[in-house]
């Protein structure tokens, strides 16, 4: 089987360069805006971080205009912010309270961050009990402005927009286990994700069910106290007894399994296809977004190249025979990339399939790459200021 | 007066079920939820089933009513046997939902697995979770099963119905208080009625089945902690 990247490329000058530039002109005003107050108030180091980020998102937007492929260029920015946000993160706690283990004292004041992932488990207990079952604040505060209320509002906003292109454009954790799956040359377990694929996508809907459960009736966030494998690389409670520790082994167990080694075994997304329940959650929001991929049954061969390369199991033949993706589909463009007969395109629902895709492709990258720029941007710039202020000449 | 004391307890007992309602149904729910689920859909049958479980949950009232009047007010007290009576009902809950989630092997899974079943049939039953279509005992017991041991698990306002019900002065009196007291918790579980109208697929029965393994797992580790006497936070 031939890999993955090398399946990938298409001839090069899918776009003129002028036009390539005019297209890419609205994303790097985006950027500028964005990096705007890092200029006006921040240190040199944070300047210099936050200009070679606009010029990196503002070049992989132009290549994809240049190019007409989405997914190589996504998955450069997408790998880069995975492995720069553990490392910008541990590097800010350790700086900040000299420890990644979160003491019980911040917790009680609230003063933890607030993390996207608990989202579905905070839904039951705020309906019933008007209780916010996560130890942050609802409003900003000075230690912490990053508000649980601000950052539900952002995601919900561009998920409503979007649907589950979050997971493949603004999740910071993803973009680990998506590096892990690149590094290898070609998947050595193809056969055994195919053949419980039809299993194995329903696994993060029953753990989405069992979190939202659990958390409602013991009133705490059961995925971050016990399941979640970034903990491993964010922040944890402090292991000073047996379950601390138990759940400490946990974490570490799921992020060395789901996002080290069956990602570079499988080529897959194993943690983001297989277990992430905020994806799942993602999911249900497909169904009401303007953007989609869509499969023209007139041209497409069933070569099923394009279900090889999706990162996430979200097609099967059932699904390509129908014209459509499943509904876990993150848009991250693999498969329209790969597709030799353009058959797999772009599409923007209420409109005719497979006219004008194109079209639909940049209305999508437009605010795909905006939201990329806020979230992953943002930490692009941070962690290289933290890069460069350990740098030893400084 | 005795008759005006039972029914102001049994308005007391009733008014505390309905205000204490949510915890139960957020206690009851993680259970009731995957059994639902893998039900037919219907609302005719989501009713037979919650019907079953609730009655179930009524005997375990009935039962604990019964015990906790004959234990008197020692209840109030650090009784070291209700961490056992815990610990115990909640294994016994991860086991009774392992057994309802996976299943034993009976006839009909080597049937769909034989050569001569239809291939829908034989792929359902090879992958060990999705199985539509139980025998109908299977499903009653499974609802009495969950619904009892439910109904003696010990949440927070379970006990304090029955620290109040310690306190009568006759059996029938305690038995009434929690009647009414389950009377009043019960009409919270109504709205569990609207999964009825949940499509059913393979899927979601395999996605509830898995929520039930991993459910039993959670109560599996939470009755060990409890026996081990370890809380499950740090």
Redesign the interface.
Known sequence: MASQSSSLRRPVAFRGVGRSILLTLPIALWSLLMFTPSFQRSGLDLRIASAVTIVFMTTLFFLMMRTGETYRWRRIFFVAVGFLFPFGFIASLIAERGSMSIPVSRMVSGDTPFCFMVTPSLILPAAFARTIIFPGSILPTASNPRSIAAMIGIWFAMTLVLGKAWCSYACFFGGIEEGFASFAKRPRLHKLVVRYSHILRLVPWAILVFVVLVSAAIFEPVYCMWLCPFKAVTEFPAVRNVETAIQMGIFVALFVGLVVVLPYLTKKRTQCGFFCPFGAFQSIFNKINLFEIRFNREKCVDCTLCQTSCPTVALSKESIAEGKTLLNCMKCGACVDVCKKDAAVWHLKGTPVAVKPERARLLFLYGAWAMATMFGGSILANSVATMMHWLPWK | MAVLSLSASAGEALVLGLATG?VC???C??VV??WMMVQPRGVRSHSRQLGLFLAARLAGYMVFAAAVWLVGSSIQRAWTGRTWLMGGIELLLAAALVVYAVGWPHRRCAAANSAHAPASERHGAA?G?VRIGEPPRSLRSGALALGFLTGINLCPPFLVAGVRAAQLEHLSAALLFFVAFFAGTAVWFLPFLSMGFVQRTP?VV???R??AV??AC?YGFSGV?ILIG?????
């Open positions: 949510p149904l957020a206690t729910g993680p939820v995957p992958d979770l899927a395999t996605v509830a898995m929520v991993l459910l959670w902690s370890r809380t499950m936070y740090g």
